[in-house]
């Protein structure tokens, strides 16, 4: 079992780091020449200025900056395209607030981070004390949504939440948007890009998201079903050598409910799940020197895991997870035709697991090897090699 981990342990430290920084991307120059290349991730916290390309795997690391390129991005993931806009440079923490309700404009050349590319479009620009989202309705002009805290005379904060009647004005050719939709919006990703989503979605347009476009925990709920391949060998008991026993490989089945959160870095690529699912084993039989030995194994068990997914494009990614899985309740029984009755086991330390998976929008497929001990409930005096190998299919309902 130690070796087992070890193994487990290496693999997925390979994968880890095998998963360089440097991903497909392209970047446009101001000529509009398009150079398609490998960029570096570095999940930008605030917008970049500039970035590191390399031409091929095995080139030099060159630097591309803001002077010499309109538009970059990492395939599927990310894309950020320069603009000069005017954005509000006003400051948004407390101490800093003014008594001014206006915006404090200044006209900048950035490069803004697309987050929704569609008929209406949201983009979004973050430095050191400023967050600010912008927006436009087809290849319109970008601006920004207008969004200030300021002190009033009374010492209170006030709130400017002028984007609110921005997007009622640029949306009031889609009917089904009420003025309710309007009013409940919040200044964030989330509530931002619902209202374009739905405007888009309303007047019949497709609309192109980002991965990484989520800074936020996020949650799934998954509902699985499959298979388990059980393998049990050199069953050994310490002492009787006539209740030894090679068992081989059966076919039972397994239902679980998985939860799923997805952690808010490295562009949404790693998250951290939990299962509660239902193992089924069909009994197996065997022959000893002493004749029949029947084995069956019924349980309840808690995986808990890790995820790390390698997006393949928008729609598609492979994923890997190591994890551990607790017994809550387990029947497990040993039948040997010399005896008269039976001998009942447990998985007493739960056992780790290591599997991989395809993820087609909310569709997935899985793959898992699980390795552990069992049969020392009653008796200690046995030992055992246990494998399951389970596929199973998931459908994202959350």
């Not at 991903?23 to 000529?31: A, R, T, V």
């Not at 603009?83 to 101490?95: A, G, P």
């Not at 009013?183 to 007047?203: E, F, M, R, T």
């Not at 799934?220 to 310490?238: E, P």
């Amino acid at each position: 079992m130690k070796h087992n981990l070890t193994y487990i342990v290496l693999l997925v430290t390979f994968f880890s780091f095998s998963q360089t920084k440097f991903e497909k991307g392209f970047f446009i120059k101001n000529n509009s020449e398009r150079v398609d290349c490998l960029i570096k991730n570095e999940d930008w916290k605030h917008n970049p200025d500039k970035f590191s390309y390399k031409l091929t795997e095995n080139s030099q690391v060159n630097i591309a900056t803001i002077e010499n390129v309109k538009e970059f991005g990492i395939n599927n993931i990310s894309k950020y395209i320069k603009k000069e806009v005017k954005i509000d440079i006003s400051l948004n923490h407390v101490s800093n607030l003014s008594y001014l309700k206006e915006s404090n404009w200044e006209t900048r050349t950035v490069f803004l981070k697309v987050q929704l590319d569609g008929k209406s479009s949201l983009y979004f620009y973050t430095s050191p004390g400023l967050n600010r989202y912008f927006y436009n309705i087809e290849n319109g002009e970008i601006i920004q949504l207008i969004y200030k805290r300021y002190q009033t005379n009374e010492g209170k904060i006030g709130v400017n939440e002028a984007y609110k009647q921005q997007l009622y004005n640029s949306f009031l050719d889609c009917k089904d948007l009420k003025i309710d939709d309007f009013n409940g919006l919040s200044y964030n990703s989330a509530s931002l890009s619902k209202i374009i989503l739905d405007y888009n979605s309303c007047l019949g347009g497709d609309t192109f998201r980002f991965e990484n476009d989520n800074k936020n925990l996020s949650f799934r709920f998954k509902v699985k079903g499959g298979i388990n391949s059980t393998t049990v060998n050199n069953l050994v008991h310490a002492f009787i050598p006539n209740r030894n026993a090679n068992f081989g490989s059966v076919l039972g089945f397994r239902l679980a409910l998985e939860g799923e959160l997805v952690l808010p870095f490295n562009n949404n690529k790693w998250s951290i799940f939990l299962e509660l699912a239902k193992v089924q084993e069909s009994s197996m039989e065997t022959e000893n020197p002493s004749g029949k030995v029947k084995y069956t194994y019924d349980s309840f068990e808690i995986p808990m895991s890790i995820r790390h997914y390698m997006y393949l494009n928008k729609d598609s990614k492979i994923s890997i997870h190591l994890g551990h899985a607790w017994d809550i309740s387990s029947d497990l029984q040993l039948e040997y035709e010399i005896i008269n009755g039976s001998i009942t086991g447990s998985s007493p330390s739960g056992s780790w697991f290591f599997g991989g998976g395809y993820h087609f929008k909310k569709v997935s497929a899985e793959l898992r090897l699980n390795t552990k001990a069992v049969f020392e409930r009653n008796s200690s005096a046995y030992s055992s090699n246990y494998t399951n190998l389970s596929f199973t299919l998931g459908y994202t309902i959350l």
